[in-house]
């Protein structure tokens, strides 16, 4: 563990709490197409869900993190279409690097639903590997 400064918060990994779950389900993977004429644009659409349990009998703060695609394209852009972003917020946040992250506080007992979709959208002339 790196030295930290006393008085100052710091992250560190503990183990795994039997009591506390965060399952990730791809719910769907759908291909759709926009324009009507010349350009058309081609969106994989991408479904998942976190459900998140708190199986203790105490509340809990609970950070879930998941990372959106990056392109290295300029044709080739990823949309987050759930949650809604405007701007970071005490629940959420998106860094640069696309990396999204609900900060939670689960009740005992508690059980959550957290949506997430994106979107990949690129012309119909690019290719998209790794999807």
Same mark, same amino acid.
């Given at each position: 563990m790196d030295l930290v400064p006393a008085g100052q918060e710091f992250v560190t990994f503990l183990g795994v709490d039997q009591a506390v779950k965060v399952e990730r389900r791809v719910l769907a %993977?759908? /291909?759709?197409? $926009?324009?009507?004429?010349?350009?058309?644009t081609h969106r994989t659409v991408h479904d998942q #869900?976190?459900?998140?349990?708190?199986?203790?009998?105490?509340?809990?703060?609970?950070?879930?993190?998941?990372?959106l695609p990056l392109s290295n394209h300029d044709a080739i852009?990823?949309?987050?279409?759930?949650? %809604?972003? /405007?701007?970071? $917020?005490?629940?959420?946040?998106?860094?640069?690097?696309?990396?999204?992250?609900?900060? #939670?506080?689960?009740?005992?007992?508690d059980k959550l639903d957290l949506p997430f979709r994106f979107a990949v959208e690129r012309p119909e002339d690019v290719i998209v590997v790794g999807q």
């Open positions: %993977r759908r /291909e759709e197409v $926009t324009g009507v004429f010349g350009k058309k #869900l976190f459900k998140v349990t708190n199986g203790k009998r105490a509340d809990i703060d609970l950070t879930v993190g998941d990372q852009k990823v949309v987050l279409e759930e949650p %809604r972003y /405007e701007k970071d $917020t005490d629940a959420l946040k998106l860094n640069e690097q696309k990396f999204l992250e609900w900060r #939670l506080r689960l009740g005992a007992g």
